[in-house]
């Protein structure tokens, strides 16, 4: 039976990548589906990889739209009998810009128009698209996905980061977390900290930037990862792995061009986890950095 992938927000950038390299490394016979909320800029993604010989298929998704995504699972479900790859891909971070007066020891942040949203707002829409709109989606496609299937959630370094500028108290929270309630609740309780303008007593990252509520995000979503690996210990079906991974710093338009990995070594590791061959029993809910080596954070 052919294999079925679905790559969220994949017209550009990893996303992008992960489509190329899936199609690449794919029976011919297997179909990848690459998704975007503008179907117009998802058409056109797919004429790109067209013209270089690659023939995946075109859905829309918006993870922030729940129909949009019951849309797709229907289609999966009706066309195919279900999914057999997931990768969910699709994220953001407010962005700042970086001027080009720099030196080897300093340079100066010119910042975007993201960074005069009050940090409550933007707290509030980091966290939506990259931890509850991803785990609305994952929980509305994951019965869609067969036996020996792969879940792939993209995280970041900068999720293990994150752990390390929290309080102990906070940190044993997230490794001692078993279900998914209780991770939303972490992700909840950060969201009503910064309400509140207490986060910094509670023992959350310090700072009114971009990274704590995107480093918060990716803390949540690898931590997500390990509670859904272990609980597919009680599922039905046969050999599902559910893992995370680090790109690692790449050139994309999320972090303004200045990654030093193209977006193909960028996909290396969503790929590594999303080919895991058949009737293979790790990794299982981990999360493997830019080198495909683990990290253990989480796991002490």
């Not at 993604?45 to 859905?59: I, S």
């Amino acid at each position: 039976m052919p294999r079925v992938a679905v790559v969220t927000g994949s017209n550009k950038g990893i996303g992008f990548a992960i489509v190329r390299a899936l199609c690449k490394k794919l029976d011919s016979s297997d179909v990848v589906y690459l998704t975007s909320r503008d179907e117009t800029r998802g058409q056109e993604a797919v004429k790109k990889l067209e013209e270089e010989g690659l023939h995946p298929l075109y859905h829309q998704l918006d993870i922030a739209d729940e129909q949009s995504v019951h849309r797709l699972c229907d289609h999966l479900q009706k066309t195919h009998g279900g999914l057999d790859i997931l990768v969910n891909n699709a994220g953001i971070q407010l962005k700042y810009h970086v001027s080009s007066l720099f030196s080897p020891v300093w340079f100066i942040y010119v910042f975007s128009q993201d960074l005069k949203v009050p940090f409550v707002e933007r707290a509030e829409r980091t966290l939506k698209t990259n931890f509850f709109d991803t785990v609305r989606a994952y929980n509305i496609l994951i019965p869609a996905v067969r036996s020996h299937g792969r879940v792939v959630f993209v995280a970041s370094g900068l999720g293990h980061r994150g752990y390390q500028l929290i309080s102990s108290e906070l940190q044993t929270r997230f490794r001692g977390a078993k279900t998914e309630e209780a991770v939303q609740e972490l992700m909840e309780k950060y969201l009503s900290d910064v309400k509140a303008g207490i986060q910094k007593d509670q023992g959350w990252q310090e700072g009114d930037d971009v990274y704590p509520p995107y480093n918060t995000s990716k803390l949540g979503i690898i931590t997500l990862a390990k509670v859904c690996g272990e609980q597919m210990a009680n599922d039905p079906r046969e050999d599902i792995l559910v893992n995370s991974c680090c790109p690692g710093f790449v050139d994309t338009d999320l972090t303004e061009h200045m990654g030093h990995r193209t977006v193909d070594e960028g996909a290396v590791t969503s790929v590594y986890l999303a080919l895991i061959p058949p009737n293979s029993e790790e990794p299982q809910g981990r999360c493997i950095d830019p080198n495909v080596k683990l990290l253990d954070f989480l796991w002490k």
